[in-house]
């Protein structure tokens, strides 16, 4: 289960991303200018969009104190103590759906959620999740990853995503109390996002 103490520390960082964003996002077209090469296939814009909210990411969670780990091919996570487990965030790029949902594709390469070598604590998989749309951040969320979709590109699948506002300081977000009744781990496949460094 999500603790509010764990909940207000993610508006923070959700906050952090957004403030990083809207004050260097900017920088990403300016960077595209310099090029017409790098217009070509959206793939510059897509890579140093996700450097940006990498860097926020790292910031913000260093200064609300999670512990900050790397993943699979430098994906960007750290770890939340939620009690008797611990829930290990891994920043997703994501696209909303039509209903609304959120999809999160990803590739063969790694595996987040399992059991603590050192600790034996259960490490419970999540996702903190950003949906970017016009060189502007949309949605922040966090969900929990139940399994994966095999396919080519595979496909995350989530639990109920919560909305993090991100606009204030901690106390003033839209977290709303959450209750895990999945699978505690499994192994799954890492997303493009994980290339430059955010998952």
């Keep these: 289960m999500i603790t509010e103490v764990v909940a207000e520390m993610l508006e923070q960082v959700a906050f952090e991303i957004r403030e990083v964003y809207e004050e260097r996002g900017h920088n990403v ?18 890579s140093l969009s ?17 512990d900050l780990d790397s993943g699979a091919w430098g994906a960007k996570q750290f770890r939340a103590t939620l009690g008797h487990s611990f829930g290990l965030f ?10 609304g949902s959120y ?17 034996l604590i259960v490490e419970e998989p999540y ?22 979709t095999e396919g080519n590109p595979g496909e995350l699948v989530l639990g109920r995503a919560v909305l993090l506002g991100g606009r204030g300081p901690i106390g ?3 977290f709303e109390p959450v209750v895990d009744d999945d699978l505690p781990g499994f192994d799954e496949i890492e997303s493009d996002d994980s290339a430059s460094g955010a998952a």
């Design 127 to 148: 996702v903190l999740g950003y949906t970017l749309s016009n060189n502007q951040i949309d949605d922040i969320f966090f969900a929990k990853v139940n399994g994966v």
């Design 29 to 46: 077209d300016s960077a595209l200018a310099q090029d017409s090469a790098f217009r070509e296939s959206g793939r510059s814009r897509s």
């Design 90 to 99: 891994r920043l997703k790029k994501a696209e909303k759906t039509a209903n």
């Design 50 to 66: 996700r450097d940006l909210i990498a860097e926020a990411f790292v910031a913000g969670a260093s200064r609300v104190g999670f």
């Design 172 to 174: 003033g977000g839209s």
């Design 103 to 119: 999809r999160v594709v990803t590739s063969s390469s790694s595996s987040w959620g399992e059991i603590d070598e050192d600790t």
